[in-house]
């Protein structure tokens, strides 16, 4: 890879990492839950005082912790490039979410609309950390080292991943708040649509792009 490639392929994530920000940040101000991957951290930002943002760092530091004892000497060094994308990540999402403040939709279409603006937003910004090619955030890096270690298929376990999360932040509302505080239909609809736009995206004008990337 050339220097000027590099440069490209980073700069290119890093937009794509403030779009993914902006499109959690999107879904979340719907108020129908959030992304997978963000219910935890989202839930927990209901009833304490650290933001989402600051939630989701402390959830992507026990991943890559996680990630550490899981694959010890065969740990690649690139991914210790997840420490400093997680802060940034993270600083992202409560920029954003203050750039959004304005937004509460209090109609139920007006939600919904929200929430799938988010989703294409989100999916945007996926493509774009995947079309980049350079860094992955520790929630897929973390089911990578799963599929390392266990021998399980990536996809698969992406799915299980995603549900696991769910199902705590699902039952860490019902012990803290006695309901279903963080997650709702909007993040079944965020589970399925982001991944499928952002493959969508990737089969369509994912081959140009990355010929861009190249140039």
Not at 64 to 92: A, E, G, N, T
Not at 106 to 133: D, H, N, T
């Amino acid at each position: 890879m050339t220097r000027r490639e590099w440069c490209k392929r980073y700069l290119f994530f890093l937009a794509g990492l403030f779009i993914n920000s902006f499109g959690v940040s999107f879904i979340t101000k719907a108020a129908l839950g959030t992304s997978p991957i963000s219910s935890v951290p989202y839930t927990l930002s209901l009833g304490f005082s650290p933001t989402l943002g600051m939630f989701t760092l402390y959830m992507s530091i026990v991943l890559i912790l996680i990630q550490m004892i899981l694959l010890r000497k065969d740990f690649p060094r690139q991914y210790l490039l997840q420490i400093p994308v997680s802060f940034l990540f993270s600083w992202f999402i409560d920029m954003t979410m203050e750039l959004l403040g304005f937004l509460s939709p209090a109609a139920y279409p007006a939600k919904v609309i929200c929430l799938l603006l988010g989703c294409a937003i989100l999916g945007f910004g996926v493509f774009m950390e995947m079309a980049a090619g350079v860094v992955m955030l520790p929630g897929e890096c973390f089911v990578n080292a799963i599929s390392r270690t266990f021998h399980t298929d990536f996809g698969r376990t992406k799915v299980a991943f995603d549900t696991s999360v769910t199902a705590a932040a699902a039952i860490i509302g019902i012990v803290l708040y006695r309901e279903l505080a963080g997650v709702r239909e909007g993040t079944i609809v965020a589970a399925v649509l982001v991944g499928m736009i952002a493959r969508r995206l990737n089969c369509t004008i994912g081959p140009r792009v990355n010929l861009l990337l190249v140039r």
